[in-house]
């Protein structure tokens, strides 16, 4: 049984940060793409960043500089570190295993003054 379990999340203020975990378990978490995505009130999920098996990343535009995937293959976990915050990044984040379909239950990131 596939389980994923965000970590991490709260309130913090512009220009703050916060990493992200996300354990997994009841897969063999190294031969997977790891990715993180959000979705915002009222608005769709979107794709935040990827990590392959090997360790290449990828991320969207508005959080490249900003934010770092990385994995620990040891732990099965992906983490996510994200710095310079805004108000934008707002959202519930939920890390996913596409060939899986999984999805965790999301970590919620505020970020406010």
């Known amino acids: 049984q596939v389980q994923l379990v965000e970590s991490g999340g709260g309130l913090v203020q512009p220009g703050g940060s916060l990493r992200l975990s996300c354990a997994t378990s009841?897969?063999?978490?190294?031969?997977?793409?790891m990715a993180w995505y959000r979705q915002a009130p009222g608005k769709q999920r979107e794709w935040v960043a990827t990590?392959?098996?090997?360790?290449?990343?990828n991320y969207t535009d508005s959080v490249k500089g900003r934010f770092t995937i990385s994995r620990d293959n040891a732990k099965n976990t992906v983490y996510l570190q994200m710095n310079s915050l805004k108000p934008e990044d707002t959202a519930v984040y939920y890390c996913?295993?596409?060939?899986?379909?999984?999805w965790g239950q999301g970590t919620q990131v505020t970020v406010s003054s």
């Open positions: 009841g897969i063999i978490f190294s031969i997977y793409t």
């Open positions: 990590i392959t098996s090997g360790s290449s990343t």
């Open positions: 996913y295993v596409g060939r899986l379909r999984s």
